[in-house]
Nanobody, 113 residues
Framework: QVRLVESGGGSVQAGESRRLSCAAS????????MGWYRQAPGKRQEFVAGIAGHTTNYADSVRGRFTISRDNANNTVYLQMNSLKPEDTAVYSC????????WGRGTQVTVFS
């Protein structure tokens, strides 16, 4: 059974950094297509970042500030978030296999000014 567990959320001040982790079991992050999505209050869920093979891609709103990476030895995917803005406030969820794949329960990130 595939399971994804996010951690690292919390409250941070605008301009600060935060790293989210997604611990995977039942799959190998070395071979799976992995991604981070987020949903802000009252808004639709949106793609944030993805990694497949050696290819990464980002939403325009986070490109240059966020970095997705993975530690295959620990079967974990990370989302390093720098220069956080209040509009980055959302529940961040880890995903494997795209929208119809497997989802974690999410972790809340709140950015205050």
């Amino acid at each position: 059974q595939v399971r994804l567990v996010e951690s690292g959320g919390g409250s941070v001040q605008a301009g600060e950094s935060r790293r989210l982790s997604c611990a995977a079991s039942g799959i190998s992050t070395a071979f799976a297509s992995m991604g981070w999505y987020r949903q802000a209050p009252g808004k639709r869920q949106e793609f944030v970042a993805g990694i497949a093979g050696h290819t990464t891609n980002y939403a325009d709103s986070v490109r240059g500030r966020f970095t997705i990476s993975r530690d295959n030895a620990n079967n974990t995917v990370y989302l390093q978030m720098n220069s956080l803005k209040p509009e980055d406030t959302a529940v961040y969820s880890c995903n494997s296999g795209g929208p119809f794949g497997v989802w974690g329960r999410g972790t809340q990130v709140t950015v205050f000014s």
